[in-house]
């Protein structure tokens, strides 16, 4: 479990980098003078930077150990962060160019650390071990509110977010080190090859390397691309990272001020931490689609109570309770499955690839929401939560009608299936 803990830090990273982000929105609009275009462009040109370091860590990590993959996102982003908190981030265009580069090693850390736990990870275990990385990242966004909190205090806002983003360096620094610092033992994992039904003796963190590559798209991997598509659509769509990324700014429009803010943040992500530890007591005992129904339920209740408490101007105790039932419900459900169910989609000699693939269209949707986003609260902040609350109804509906459990099966075994169907 200590290599386990290790490889889902990047998830950590993660988090830190979402928190430290949210924490920084109003700073960042301040010190640049930004239009509501430049800042939706701000704040997602990182997530166009995941899109490239996913399709890229795709590529990679069926090529090298996962554990290789990790490390070198780890340098990156230290890199990149250290650069934010240099004078030169102070133009715009320098900070642009560290926060693609930030995003491209988060794009990566979203294809190894799964891989990496997936493969060392027990069936019977496998939704909890993987769901590590759900847990680092609520933990990652936790300190990084907290930091913010600290900042806001003690920091002119107008430099805040260099101390919040760039301080981003320290928990990478400690993730490359204890991944080279940290001699893994070979452990017997009984990881299945959907093709041979074969138990293998694998290196804990070490992608299953094929003597013969395929390929991603072709008809038997047909369903498993369309459930990936899917799911990482669906979890873009129940707005979780447009709250999260602009929840100071939803929240000082409800009147809450920003030091106030800052404090409310900390509280609702040890809630989230929590019901992401739940989540992962309960993904291998209940499976994944069920957690999914109960998460797209309850988010389209609270986005619809959202958009009911808006234009009524309640207290604002009504939006931080709604708040932090939203977060409940995302990091029990959504949260705790979706990196557990891209990793068992695809079948080994192209699970690198394919989760670099449902990782790109995770990012892909995130970019466009949080780019489009500051001009959809512009025009009717109300109605988007409506619309996330239509998505989430038509995930239950999708969930229900087509998405396989996932639970105790081989990895891969979605493609397998389908192969049979085929055949038969």
Not at 198 to 215: Q, T
Not at 238 to 248: D, F, R
Not at 398 to 417: F, H
Request: proline share 3%; net charge positive; charged share 10%.
């Amino acid at each position: 479990m200590t290599a386990a803990f290790v490889g889902s830090l990047g998830g950590f990273v993660f988090g830190y980098d979402l928190g430290a982000l949210s924490s920084s929105t109003q700073s960042l609009r301040g010190h640049f003078g930004l239009s509501s275009a430049a800042f939706g462009l701000t704040i997602s040109i990182s997530l166009w930077g995941t899109i490239f370091g996913s399709l890229l860590g795709g590529r990679a990590a069926d090529r090298v150990r996962a554990r290789n993959l990790i490390a070198w996102c780890a340098i990156l982003y230290a890199v990149a962060t250290f650069g934010i908190s240099l004078p030169v981030s102070e133009e715009w265009i320098c900070l642009l160019v560290m926060r693609f580069l930030c995003g491209t090693a988060i794009g990566g850390f979203t294809v190894g650390c799964p891989l990496y736990l997936s493969e060392a990870a027990p069936i019977g275990q496998r939704g909890r071990v993987v769901s590590m990385f759900q847990l680092e990242i609520g933990a990652g966004v936790l300190v990084a509110f907290c930091i913010g909190s600290s900042v806001a205090h003690l920091v002119p806002a107008d430099i805040a977010w260099r101390w919040c983003l760039g301080m981003g360096s320290f928990p990478a620094v400690v993730l490359f080190f204890l991944l080279r610092l940290k001699t893994l033992e070979p452990i017997n994992v009984p990881v299945q090859d959907v093709q041979t039904e074969a138990s293998h003796v694998i290196y804990l963190g070490d992608a299953v390397r094929p003597s013969n590559r395929e390929r991603l798209f072709q008809r038997r991997n047909t369903r498993s691309i369309l459930l990936a598509t899917s799911i990482a659509i669906f979890n873009q769509l129940s707005g979780v990272n447009i709250l999260l990324l602009y929840m100071l700014d939803i929240l000082a429009s409800a009147g809450i001020g920003l030091f106030s803010g800052h404090t409310y943040s900390v509280l609702i992500s040890c809630l989230s931490l929590v019901t992401t530890t739940l989540g992962m007591a309960f993904v291998d005992k209940l499976g994944r689609k069920p957690l999914l129904f109960i998460g797209a339920a309850g988010m389209a209740l609270c986005l619809i109570g959202l958009g009911l408490a808006i234009p009524r101007h309640l207290a604002a105790l009504w939006y931080l309770s709604i708040f932090a039932v939203y977060n409940a419900f995302f990091a029990f459900s959504q949260g705790t499955v979706v990196w557990v169910y891209l990793s068992e989609l695809f079948p080994p000699g192209i699970r690198g690839a394919g989760q670099g693939y449902g990782s790109s269209v995770h990012w892909i949707a995130n970019a466009l929401l949080v780019l489009v986003y500051p001009i959809m609260q512009h025009a009717s902040s109300v109605r988007t939560f409506y619309l996330f609350a239509l998505m989430m109804a038509l995930q239950i509906a999708v969930i229900w009608l087509w998405y396989p459990e996932t639970r105790d099966t081989v990895l891969g075994a979605v493609a397998s299936v389908q192969d049979r169907e085929r055949s038969g």
